[in-house]
């Protein structure tokens, strides 16, 4: 288990010791040079692990706070100066995934045996108040960016200066066509009245009339589309994917878990392609997915679905 620093209990990693095995971290530490990247690294849940099991680890992350976080954890597990030949060993950046190679080739970290990608939000941003992620804090401004330094657009920009047609686009990568068009008119309606600032204004919005799964909270699908859209996820996903396969090498792994169908449909893609053009093994035919007792007492990873590929 990570360090019992109490950061666990705010973000629990999803499906690790599943990840661990993907990686196969621990068959090729007593190698020394074994090289892995957290494209995701978030507070460094899965990074401490490998770094703890020898592996040598780039962790990228979008957040600096997260960043900083996880530094301070990896820090503990394997210090720079630790004499034990069986810890790895870490490089932390801020950047984004969508610059992976140009990243890992500044690291040297450009011929790896595995590649993480733990996607979406943890759950300690979700629990950042200032970042209007999540639907309980109605006095939040919306704002949603994974990263305050790089990305000037916010959530409330968004829901400001799109038209019509472009908000239907938005909602629709989360939503049937239908609730988005409603929405979407609902929000240009609203906004003639008064600016759409906080997590509250958007939930006035939304109304359980939005509702379009029975089981979800009506708010979950119009957030998450605005998150996605924020951060340009689907797109970010979509350029590092190519990029984490030509950083592997042959028999290297990228193991990739989703929390959407968006994110598991690109991957899933991705994954076929690369098989179909010889250049990937599709190692597993179906996702793997968290145990019952995980979902029992970390319920993030209930939506969570996990795919590996391993390179020709
Ligand atoms: C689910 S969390 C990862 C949690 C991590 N595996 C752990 O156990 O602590 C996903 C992280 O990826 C980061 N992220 C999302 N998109 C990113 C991108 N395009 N580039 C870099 N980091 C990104 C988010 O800020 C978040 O911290």
Redesign the pocket.
């Given at each position: 288990m990570p360090g019992q620093d109490g950061l666990e209990k705010i973000?629990?990693?999803?499906l690790?010791g599943e990840v661990v095995d993907a990686l196969r971290v621990k068959d090729l530490a007593h190698l020394k040079k074994a090289h892995f990247i957290?494209?995701?690294?978030?507070?460094?849940?899965?990074?401490l692990e490998i770094c703890k099991a020898g592996g040598n680890v780039l962790g990228?992350?979008?957040?600096e706070e997260?960043l900083e976080i996880?530094r301070k954890r990896l820090m503990k597990v394997c210090p720079p100066t630790f004499s034990s030949h069986e810890r790895g060993s870490f490089t932390l950046v801020h950047?984004?995934?969508?610059d992976l190679k140009e990243i890992a080739l500044k690291e040297r970290f450009d011929r790896v045996d595995g590649i993480?990608f733990?996607?979406?939000?943890?759950s300690?941003?979700l629990a950042t108040k200032v970042k209007g992620f999540s639907f309980q804090d109605l006095d939040a401004y919306l704002d949603m960016r994974?990263?305050r330094i790089s990305q000037e657009v916010t959530a409330q920009d968004l829901l400001k200066v799109l038209n019509v047609g472009q908000l239907i686009e938005l909602f629709r990568v989360t939503m049937p066509k239908g609730v988005a068009r409603a929405l979407s008119k609902r929000i240009v309606e609203a906004r003639k009245i008064r600016e759409i600032k906080t997590v509250g204004d958007f939930l006035e919005i939304i109304k359980p009339k939005f509702r379009s799964k029975p089981k979800l909270n009506p708010s979950t699908l119009p957030f998450l589309a605005l998150r996605i859209a924020v951060?340009?996820?689907l797109d970010?996903?979509r350029q590092?994917l190519p990029q984490a396969l030509e950083l592997l090498k042959a028999g290297g792994r990228l193991v990739v878990?989703s929390?959407h169908s968006g994110e598991d449909g690109l991957v899933k893609n991705f994954f076929k392609e690369s098989q179909d053009s010889e250049r990937g093994l599709i190692i597993t035919k179906k996702p793997i997915f968290p145990e019952k007792k995980e979902i029992a007492t970390n319920p993030?990873a209930r939506s969570a679905k996990m795919r590996i590929l391993q390179k020709k």
């Open positions: 973000h629990e990693p999803v690790l957290d494209a995701t690294l978030g507070l460094g849940g899965h990074s990228i992350e979008a957040d997260s996880a950047g984004n995934f969508r993480l733990d996607l979406g939000i943890s300690y941003q994974f990263d951060n340009s996820e970010n996903l590092a878990i929390f993030r």
